[in-house]
């Protein structure tokens, strides 16, 4: 079996760790001497054997005097940028020497892009450059053990997968084992920061990297809180740094931390002295936002953007221990008086356009807004939805073939990171004090960015399967028409104001901060908006009086739309005419007169009458073409059946009854008994009245 080798190349210390480990390639004939390359480092040799891709090999360890051999996929080792490749399946153990502790693992991507740059061929499809965030942990009850991880999203249009490399250091002889995915294909560039014997660091290192030794060493300390200025600035000289400036203050805005701030070049950083993870006040406002959160997510919303304090508090205290469909409607009823009409009209005329992603949307937002209160809500909630998903995809276009999940996850991680940087005014911070899980419970701004994320992936985007809310604002159920109830009036508000609240994280996202925090003064274009909704509602209600009569007239009630079934508008008619040409009539006729209210359905209204012993019951439909069996019911106790209207084939509905049927403008009530007896009042009565007559006549 024939072998290559690539032309030589001396590596850095920035490329490998200052002590470097031993392994070479053998075959089933044996060991290859002839391939051995010596690069020497900062104190160490490196020995590296290549065998063509993608056949098979065995690596081989020197750990001390004891040899052992392991069974690998093939390792390639490319010369140009002095990485470690590892193909499918591939597992690697680097033994470090007793007295070289590794601080930091660094780890890249590596990809198609890349191998095609250097001439690599691949006899299959494999997935595109992954990216990833690395975090290390130390662990204090093995001082000489340190775990890097690094969480990779692979973005890929044959497999979407999330996945997870741990990368470990220990002493005696420390171990540094890389174990990615099977399916993945990653490169480990070696240590970084790392102390000496002699308590130096590597030369060659930038100030950030050595920002970072600090740090590291810093977290050595039984405690951080003995992390003080003095011993700061102490380190920091040590390995070469300028200290322009260092003082111990807070750092943050909405819940500051003590830390030790250095300013060192053009760099700040902040070297907090509390845990991230164990500090009692971190722990005791994560358990706080939490709660808030879970309350959020009851109501299916997040904290709103826009809204003050007091209105959000007075939401969660009034849902607070609810039923999801109880809290859903104290939910509207609070929001209809502050997602009003011209709050929606600043949204979309002052707000949304400033979004690239959603102003090709703004005429569709626009008309649904308007049809909203021309009497097709159902149609303007329709038109929304899809405009959520195309907008999310728009702010990274160049992912936008990805999972929409994947994409979300991207879009608001981004914005977080750029929440984390205002947050701390753009100084330096360890990594795991910038994490959305930290800042969860420190930035307000963080809150409201998870609590949004939360809602699209839990409710709005989430499968139909998993939807366990009482809104049924989701868009699967309305894509595959497995509900109607996301017609409600109330999801109209929510989606112009989540639309709006897209425009916020792109604009973090892009860190362009077009759309501002503070909700803008109306303007011409807003109050125009909102004064042509108004004039469409009051044209509509008139429309609707006048439709709902040319049904009347047919016999027939308007036909049921998906956000109206007329009920409201047939019980308003029916109470008034009610007054007019039933309860006015008794009283004159001198009953004393209790009326109910009108059914649920608005189609009948029933009105009580009495005069000392004497009692009469008369029931009013609201069309002459009502069921026989509801003429049937209220000809039992009733004295008279009336209904609004002109008759309409009178004898095929109010067969059988034995009752007065007809018109109620056309029905004189009879008087009680006791009206016979004329009383001076009475008198007094008839003679203004003709008194009267006299006048006008």
């Not at 008034?576 to 007169?593: F, M, S, T």
Request: aromatic share 10%.
């Amino acid at each position: 079996m024939t072998s290559r080798l690539h032309a030589p190349c001396r590596p850095t210390a920035t490329h490998f760790p200052q002590c470097y480990p031993q392994f070479w390639w053998t075959t089933a004939s044996g060991a290859h001497p002839r391939l051995k390359r010596h690069f020497t480092g900062d104190g160490g040799w490196l020995h590296t054997f290549f065998r063509p891709w993608p056949s098979l090999g065995r690596l081989r360890t020197n750990i001390g005097d004891d040899n052992k051999n392991f069974t690998h996929p093939p390792l390639v080792h490319r010369d140009r940028t002095h990485d470690l490749c590892f193909l499918a399946g591939a597992h690697l153990d680097l033994d470090m020497h007793r007295h070289s502790p590794v601080d930091t693992a660094v780890l890249s991507p590596a990809g198609p892009d890349a191998r095609r740059a250097r001439g690599w061929k691949s006899r299959r499809g494999l997935p595109g450059p992954l990216r990833g965030t690395t975090s290390c942990v130390r662990n204090d009850a093995e001082p000489g053990r340190l775990t890097a991880r690094l969480d990779l999203a692979q973005a890929s249009s044959a497999r979407r997968t999330r996945d997870e490399i741990v990368v470990s250091a220990t002493a005696a002889p420390e171990r540094l084992s890389l174990a990615p995915h099977r399916r993945c294909r990653f490169a480990i560039v070696g240590s970084t920061d790392r102390t000496n014997e002699g308590g130096g660091y590597v030369s060659g290192k930038s100030v950030e990297e050595r920002i970072q030794g600090l740090w590291w060493r810093a977290k050595k300390l039984p405690d951080l809180q003995a992390l003080n200025s003095d011993l700061v600035a102490d380190w920091a000289r040590a390995c070469g740094l300028d200290v322009v400036s260092i003082e111990e203050r807070e750092i943050g805005r909405f819940q500051p931390i003590r830390a030790v701030v250095l300013k060192s070049g053009q760099i700040t950083a902040g070297f907090p002295n509390v845990s991230a993870t164990d500090d009692p006040t971190w722990l005791v406002n994560k358990k706080h936002r939490d709660t808030e959160a879970a309350l959020w997510g009851n109501v299916e919303w997040f904290l709103p953007l826009w809204t003050g304090m007091g209105d959000s508090r007075k939401i969660l205290a009034d849902t607070r221990l609810r039923s999801k469909e109880q809290a859903i409607q104290l939910f509207d009823y609070h929001t209809s008086t502050i997602y009003t009409l011209p709050f929606m009209a600043v949204c979309i005329e002052q707000l949304i356009p400033k979004s690239r992603s959603l102003a090709e949307f703004v005429p569709i937002i626009r008309e649904a807004y308007l049809a909203a209160y021309s009497g097709y809500p159902a149609s303007s909630i329709a038109a929304l939805i899809p405009v959520i998903e195309g907008a999310l995809r728009k702010i990274a276009p160049s992912a936008s073939d990805t999972a929409i999940g994947v994409q979300i996850d991207r879009v608001f991680d981004r914005a977080c990171e750029q929440a984390s940087q205002q947050y701390y005014d753009g100084m330096w911070v360890p990594e795991e004090y910038s994490t959305t899980e930290y800042l969860f419970a420190q930035d307000e701004l963080v809150f409201v960015f998870e609590t949004f994320r939360r809602w699209l992936k839990d409710f709005f985007f989430c499968n139909t399967d998993q939807y366990d809310g009482a809104t049924w604002l989701n868009r699967h159920l309305f894509a595959h028409g497995a509900s109607t109830l996301w017609q409600e009036g109330a999801n109209l508000r929510r989606l112009i104001v989540a639309l709006a609240t897209i425009g916020v994280i792109e604009s973090w996202h892009d860190a362009s901060h077009r759309i501002s925090m503070f909700f803008p003064e109306m303007n011409d274009d807003s109050n125009l908006l909102w004064q042509q909704a108004l004039l469409r509602g009051f044209t509509q209600a008139g429309l609707k009086l006048h439709e709902q009569k040319v049904y009347q007239k047919g016999g027939r009630l308007v036909p049921e739309l998906p956000a109206d079934n007329g009920a409201s508008l047939r019980a308003a008619r029916l109470g008034d005419e009610c007054i007019k040409d039933v309860v006015r009539p008794l009283r004159d006729a001198g009953w004393q007169v209790t009326m109910s209210e009108p059914d649920k359905e608005g189609l009948w209204i029933k009105v009580e009458a009495s005069s000392e012993e004497e009692h009469m019951s008369v029931a009013l439909l609201f069309s002459c073409a009502t069921d026989n069996k509801l003429y049937r019911k209220f000809a039992e106790d009733c004295v008279a059946i009336l209904y609004l209207g002109a008759p309409y084939n009178q004898a095929d509905y109010a067969y059988g009854i034995d009752v007065h049927v007809g018109p109620a403008s056309g029905w004189l009530p009879p008087k009680p008994s006791s009206a016979s007896k004329v009383t001076f009042l009475e008198v007094f009565r008839n003679v203004v009245a003709w008194l009267r007559g006299l006048v006008h006549s």
